[in-house]
């Protein structure tokens, strides 16, 4: 319990940003997963969550703003990821 609200206290507030390539109309080549999304949390803030907590309505195909929910057991927390074009 004291985990899941420290984990939710670290990424509160939190974005993660990825930079992919994308077509001109600005879908990805590739989806980002919930994987991806635990791997950039590892990557970016140190943060380490198991790939279930990550909430995806479905993998994200486009470049833009998105919120994945991070499930952390007896709290609930909103992540933005931030899908940029690969320059």
Known sequence: LE???GAATAVAGKTIS???KA????KLYAAITAKHIVDALKEQHKI???EKAVN???PI???GEFKAEL???AAKEDLLVQV???K
């Open 3 to 5: 985990a899941a609200r």
């Open 18 to 20: 990825f930079d992919r």
């Open 23 to 26: 077509t001109k109309t600005g």
């Open 48 to 50: 380490d969550l198991d």
């Open 56 to 58: 995806l309505s479905e």
């Open 61 to 63: 195909k486009a470049l």
């Open 71 to 73: 499930d952390l057991g």
């Open 84 to 86: 940029n074009a690969e």
